[in-house]
């Protein structure tokens, strides 16, 4: 049973370019949230969709959009890329949008030159 | 707003020597606090979840326990094995479906 994949695994952009990230979940979810993980910090919540709306977000700019797709698949797309967006960026899944178990993906290393 | 604060933010032991992580946290209204295992280069790992005070949950060699204010993972007899960071999270009443992590607690076990 594949768990949730991500790619690409690493990613190497420069200021002010767009970048793309997908996201599969697990077999059987079909809930995909998305965080981002700065080096030696926790990862925040950037935004959860569900049923192909996004159902909530956190505490990020427009710049960062997602969307997602009637296989449950997901992408998150960041436009006008900045030095600080540099991170690992994490999807996780789950069954049904209130389910707090989530299962990560090993995530997108994003570095911003 | 949710806070998790974790602590030490790093932790060296020997392989045996028992010990305990701390997560204390401020939210309105708790839903659950959950326990996350993240090997480098890997996203977290689910361990448990905890949802009223007084609750423990084991496995294998932790334990982990909540009061109102803070929560603590037991790590009995380590090995080198369990070396990773330790991420603690929280789900609120007022903050929808989303977790808010503390910055993690890097364990290290030396043979």
């Given at each position: 049973d594949a768990g949730v994949t991500q790619s690409p695994t690493h990613l190497i952009k420069t200021r002010g370019q767009q970048v793309t990230l997908r996201c599969s979940p697990k077999s059987g979810h079909d809930t995909v949230s998305w965080y981002q993980q700065a080096l030696g910090q926790g990862p925040q919540f950037i935004f959860q969709y569900y049923e192909e709306e996004e159902r909530q977000r956190g505490n990020f700019p427009d710049r960062f959009s997602g969307h997602q797709f009637p296989n449950y698949s997901s992408e998150l797309n960041v436009n006008a890329l900045l030095l600080g967006d540099s991170a690992l960026y994490l999807c996780a899944s789950s069954f049904g949008a209130g389910n707090e178990k989530l299962f990560f993906g090993s995530g997108t290393q994003l570095s911003v030159l | 707003?949710?806070?998790?604060?974790?602590?030490?933010?790093?932790?060296?032991?020997?392989?045996?020597?028992?010990?305990?992580?701390?997560?204390?946290?401020?939210?309105?209204?708790?839903?659950?606090?959950?326990?996350?295992?993240?090997?480098?280069?890997?996203?977290?790992?689910?361990?448990?979840?905890?949802?009223?005070?007084g609750e423990e949950k084991e496995k294998e060699r932790l334990k982990a326990t909540l009061t109102k204010k803070e929560s603590f993972l037991h790590i009995t007899a380590p090995k080198p094995e369990d070396s990773a960071t330790y991420l603690c999270a929280v789900q609120s009443n007022n903050a929808g479906n989303m977790l808010t992590f503390g910055g993690g607690t890097r364990l290290m076990v030396k043979p």
């Amino acid at each position: 049973d594949a768990g949730v994949t991500q790619s690409p695994t690493h990613l190497i952009k420069t200021r002010g370019q767009q970048v793309t990230l997908r996201c599969s979940p697990k077999s059987g979810h079909d809930t995909v949230s998305w965080y981002q993980q700065a080096l030696g910090q926790g990862p925040q919540f950037i935004f959860q969709y569900y049923e192909e709306e996004e159902r909530q977000r956190g505490n990020f700019p427009d710049r960062f959009s997602g969307h997602q797709f009637p296989n449950y698949s997901s992408e998150l797309n960041v436009n006008a890329l900045l030095l600080g967006d540099s991170a690992l960026y994490l999807c996780a899944s789950s069954f049904g949008a209130g389910n707090e178990k989530l299962f990560f993906g090993s995530g997108t290393q994003l570095s911003v030159l | 707003e949710d806070q998790v604060t974790q602590s030490p933010e790093a932790l060296r032991l020997q392989e045996g020597e028992s010990s305990s992580l701390n997560c204390s946290y401020t939210v309105s209204g708790l839903r659950g606090l959950f326990w996350y295992r993240q090997d480098p280069g890997k996203g977290p790992e689910f361990l448990f979840t905890l949802y009223s005070a007084g609750e423990e949950k084991e496995k294998e060699r932790l334990k982990a326990t909540l009061t109102k204010k803070e929560s603590f993972l037991h790590i009995t007899a380590p090995k080198p094995e369990d070396s990773a960071t330790y991420l603690c999270a929280v789900q609120s009443n007022n903050a929808g479906n989303m977790l808010t992590f503390g910055g993690g607690t890097r364990l290290m076990v030396k043979p």
